[in-house]
């Protein structure tokens, strides 16, 4: 649990609901951080041993020992809101920090506006290489393979 209270000390990067991801964003710039984001749709929280131990506090049923180590050196998350239910929408919110009318894909199978600035976008202009692996949803039909 060191590393919980570790990261609630980081106030500059994350202070509660409040601060957006664009200021986490700025921090990172400065600091220079590899950048990992795992993103997943409709994963529980006892499915990752880091989450069932914060939540429920006792041995979990299943045990991701790499995933709880990134955990433990980086940043975790609590406090979770999604803009949009459905899977389409919801990514381009936390790609672009826009809501779905504003960045065009307001439902499946609708593709972002091409002139949307993603935060991978941002970071690639400050010299970060940036990827994306999995399920993408914001390009709308039809879908190669």
Known sequence: MQYL?????????IQKERYSFSIMIRGCLK???????????QQSLWTISLYARLVYGDKPLVETPNIDRIGK???????FFANSV???PSRGCFLTGRYPH?????KNNVPLNRS???FAEILRRHDYETGYAGK?????T????
């Open 5 to 13: 209270e570790a990261f609630r000390n980081k106030k500059e990067i």
């Open 86 to 88: 459905v899977c389409t």
């Open 136 to 140: 993408w949803h914001l390009d709308g």
């Open 31 to 41: 600091m220079r951080p590899n950048v990992l984001i795992f993103h997943t749709d």
């Open 102 to 106: 504003y960045h065009g894909a307001y």
């Open 116 to 118: 949307e600035i993603t």
């Open 73 to 79: 050196e980086g940043a975790v998350f609590t406090n």
């Open 142 to 145: 039809p879908r190669p393979g």
